[in-house]
C-alpha cells in the first residue's frame, strides 16, 4: 500500500496539467488562475514543505486542525512530532477524550484526565482546542442509556453535563460542539433518549449550560449528512434559524465530512454558501474520505482532488472559520482499510496531502 503511495503517483506533466484542467472544471468560482505553483513540486508530495495550517491561516482560515487520541502523540513518536507541529496543524480536537461515557461515568462523578491530556498537548503547542462534545445520543454510560427520566430530571442531567463539562475547559476552548447528530437523515429530530424525555427542549438546555458555564467559547452543532443541498441540511438551518430567533445561544454549524472518495454530495460549494448566510460561523469538522475497493493510483488521485474540492469549498465561504480532519494518518484512521486520511500507514504524506493544500491555494 505505502509502496504505491512512495513510488507510483509520477504522473506526466501532461497527466497533471489535465488534472488539474478537470480540477478548475469542478471548482469554477476558484480559479482566477491556473494553479501552478501549487502543482510546481509534484510528484512526489513529500517535496512539499508547506504547512497545512500554515496554508490555510494565509489563505485567511483561522486553522487547519486534526482529531486526536493521547495514545497515539504518546506512544508514537513520529505521529507526535506531526501534530506538535504548527506549521502543520493549528487546531486539536479529542477524538474519544471529552465525550460523555468517559467524563461522567457515574451520575455526577465526573472525571477529566484523558480529557486534559488532550488539552494540555494544544496548550503546550499553542494550538486552538475545539471540544467534542456536550451531548451525543452515541457513547453514552448505561446509567443515562438504560435509565428512565422525566422531563426535569433529564433536563438537569443534560445541563448538569454540559455545564460541568465545559466550565471545566472555561476559557480553553475555542468551540464546543454542544449537540452532535440530532437529526435524522430526513431532517426529523431523532428518537434519542434525550428527545424521548424532552422532545428538541435538551438542545436550548445544553446550549445555555454551556454558555453560562463558559461566555467565550462558540457554541456548535455538529452534524453529518449536511454537506450537501437536502432535506436534511434545510433542516439544520432551519433550526439554527428558531434558536436564533429564540434567544438560544448558537455560534456556528459543525459540518462533519466523512465522505467517499468519488462521491461528493451534490451542492456541496452551494450547500456551503447557504450556511454562510445563516448569521453563524461554521467548519469542517470531521473530515476524512474513504477509498472504496483498492487504494490504485487513481484512487489516491480522485482522493487528492475531493480533498481539494471541500477544502476551496470553506475557502469560498467566509463564515467557513477552519478545517479539521478525523485524524490525520491511515495508521489511526476510524475506518478500517478506507485509507480516508492525508497520511498513509507509515505517516508518509498522501497525494491527497497536496489535496489540501491546493484547496487552499485556489482563489
Ligand atoms: C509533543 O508534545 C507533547 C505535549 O507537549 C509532548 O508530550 C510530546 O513529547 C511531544 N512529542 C514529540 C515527538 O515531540
Ligand atoms: C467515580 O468514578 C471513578 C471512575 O469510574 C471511580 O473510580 C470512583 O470510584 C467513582 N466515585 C464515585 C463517588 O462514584
Ligand atoms: C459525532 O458523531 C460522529 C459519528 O458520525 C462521531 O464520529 C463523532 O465522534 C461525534 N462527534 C463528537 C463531537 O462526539
Ligand atoms: C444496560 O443495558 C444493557 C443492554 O440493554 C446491558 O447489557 C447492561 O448490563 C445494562 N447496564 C446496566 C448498568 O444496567
Ligand atoms: C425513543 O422512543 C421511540 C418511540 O417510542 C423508541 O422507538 C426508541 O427506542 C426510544 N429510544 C430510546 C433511546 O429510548
Ligand atoms: C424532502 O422532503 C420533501 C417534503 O418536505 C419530500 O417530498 C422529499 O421526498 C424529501 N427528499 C428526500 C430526498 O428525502
Ligand atoms: C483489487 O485487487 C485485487 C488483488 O490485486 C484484485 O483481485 C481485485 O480484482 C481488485 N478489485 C477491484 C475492484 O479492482
Redesign the pocket.
Known amino acids: 500500500m505505502s509502496a504505491v503511495v512512495g513510488q507510483d503517483h509520477t504522473p506526466a506533466m501532461a497527466t497533471i496539467f489535465a488534472r488539474l484542467a478537470s480540477l478548475a472544471l469542478l471548482l469554477p468560482f476558484c480559479f482566477a488562475s491556473p494553479a501552478a505553483s501549487s502543482s510546481a513540486s509534484l510528484p512526489g508530495s513529500t517535496a512539499r514543505v508547506a504547512g497545512l495550517n500554515a496554508v490555510g491561516k494565509a489563505a485567511g482560515k483561522l486553522y487547519f486542525g486534526t482529531a486526536t487520541n493521547a495514545n497515539e ?2 506512544d508514537d ?1 513520529v505521529y ?2 506531526i ?2 507541529n504548527t506549521r502543520q496543524f493549528g487546531q486539536i480536537t479529542p477524538a474519544n477524550a471529552m465525550k460523555w461515557e468517559y467524563t461522567e461515568p457515574n451520575p455526577g462523578n465526573f472525571t477529566f484526565e484523558d480529557g486534559d491530556v488532550i488539552r ?2 494544544a496548550r ?2 499553542g494550538q486552538l482546542l475545539r471540544g467534542h462534545n456536550c451531548v451525543w445520543y452515541q457513547q453514552l454510560p448505561d446509567w443515562i442509556t438504560n435509565g428512565t427520566f422525566t422531563y426535569h430530571e433529564m433536563i438537569d442531567i443534560v445541563e448538569n453535563h454540559c455545564g460541568t463539562l465545559v466550565g471545566h475547559y472555561k476559557g480553553e476552548v475555542y468551540a464546543w460542539d454542544v449537540i452532535n447528530e440530532s437529526l435524522n437523515d430526513d431532517g426529523t429530530f431523532r428518537e434519542n433518549v434525550f428527545y424521548n424525555a424532552t422532545g428538541s427542549d435538551y438542545i436550548p438546555a445544553a446550549l445555555r449550560a454551556a454558555r453560562a458555564a463558559d461566555p467565550h467559547a462558540k457554541l456548535y452543532i455538529n452534524d453529518y449528512g449536511i454537506e450537501g443541498t437536502g432535506n436534511k441540511s434545510t433542516a439544520l438551518q432551519n433550526l439554527v434559524r428558531e434558536l436564533k430567533s429564540e434567544g438560544v445561544p448558537i455560534d456556528g454549524v459543525g459540518i462533519q465530512c466523512h465522505l467517499t472518495v468519488g462521491q461528493l454530495p451534490t451542492g456541496l460549494l452551494e450547500n456551503f454558501h447557504d450556511f454562510g448566510q445563516l448569521g453563524v460561523e461554521f467548519a469542517v469538522t470531521e473530515l476524512d474520505m474513504a477509498i472504496q475497493g483498492n487504494v490504485t493510483a487513481d484512487a489516491l488521485e480522485q482522493q487528492k482532488q475531493d480533498y481539494a474540492t471541500v477544502v476551496s469549498a470553506c475557502l469560498s465561504v467566509p463564515a467557513c472559520v477552519g478545517v479539521t480532519v478525523w485524524d490525520f494518518t491511515d495508521k489511526y484512521g476510524w475506518i478500517t482499510n478506507g485509507h480516508a486520511d492525508i497520511w498513509d500507514d507509515n505517516l508518509q504524506k498522501k497525494p491527497a496531502f497536496d489535496g489540501v493544500v491546493l484547496g487552499f491555494e485556489s482563489h
Do not use: E, V
Open positions: 502523540f504518546q513518536a507526535g512530532a501534530i506538535n494540555d498537548l503546550n503547542n
